[in-house]
């Protein structure tokens, strides 16, 4: 009995489990057995493959874009040198046929007379358009730097609607191509320019072509009369952009100017 009593009595033994560290995920735990290393160079590998995709991605992205820029522009030319080709087909036709005095008068169709002469220079009348169209042709001419053309037209705006909502405009840009004109007429520029001034003393065109008349002054040599004149434009419109131009202009050209 008291053998067993003392059984009873003793302990019994725990059973002691050999010591296990924790398991890390797999990336930490094969990068342990691998030292780090291998598997820290194969991760900055993925992601600078997948840097690259990106930039790959936003290259044909900026591709794209510059392809449709590029056919944009390319439709924009082709569209313009239609325009260009066709506007000098009509006028290349029409200045053969005022040539050669062949013009058909038919219904809508131009019509040509004989027109004043100025100087030893018939100049023909030009009928069956109306002024604005007259007018919106010869400011497309300048813009294609087809000056002769150009002077044709705006001389025709000038004869056929003398008085005309147009006939001030058409003065101050004859004496604007004139003067820009690859071997210039200052003279005719002159005549143009002071027309609007004379005969149009209200419109809105007398400041730019007294401005203009000024320059053109200028480079036909009378150093006085373009300084009177810019000086002019100045002082009757203070505040205006062409007052600031001919402020810039006497400064900059006339200093130096003697007649």
């Given amino acids: 009995m008291a ?8 302990p019994q033994t725990v059973q002691q489990l050999p010591f296990e560290a924790p398991v890390e995920d797999n990336l930490s735990a094969t990068g342990a057995e691998g030292g780090g290393g291998a ?20 290259v044909l992205t900026l591709r794209g874009l510059v392809e ?30 005022l040539s050669s005095g062949t013009l058909a008068a038919e219904p809508g169709s131009v019509v040509v007379t004989e ?26 001419l300048i813009r294609n730097r087809q000056y002769d053309l150009a002077i044709t037209q705006l001389q025709a705006v000038i004869d056929r609607y003398p008085t005309g909502t147009y006939a ?44 203009k008349l000024g320059k053109v002054y200028h480079l036909m040599g009378d150093c006085d009369k373009a300084r009177e004149l810019l000086t002019q434009v100045v002082e009757q419109y203070p505040g205006k952009s062409v007052a600031k131009l001919g402020g810039s202009y006497l400064r900059d050209n006339m200093s130096n100017c003697q007649p």
């Fill in 3 to 10: 053998a067993a009593t003392t059984n009873a009595a003793t």
């Fill in 39 to 58: 598997d820290k160079g194969e991760i900055e590998g993925i992601e600078t493959q997948y840097h690259l995709q990106l930039l790959e991605q936003d």
């Fill in 68 to 97: 449709e820029l590029q056919h944009q522009l390319q439709r924009l030319k082709k569209t313009q040198d239609d325009r260009y080709l066709e506007l000098d087909s009509r006028f290349q036709s029409l200045r053969g046929q």
């Fill in 115 to 140: 027109g004043p002469v100025v100087g030893e220079i018939a100049f023909p009348t030009i009928t069956g358009q109306s002024e604005k169209a007259l007018y919106d042709t010869a400011l497309e």
């Fill in 168 to 211: 001030a405009n058409a003065y101050y840009w004859l004496g604007e191509v004139y003067a820009a004109k690859p071997e210039p007429n200052y003279e005719k520029a002159r005549q143009a320019l002071t027309q609007v001034i004379e005969f149009f003393p209200d419109h809105q065109k007398v400041a730019d072509a007294a401005f």
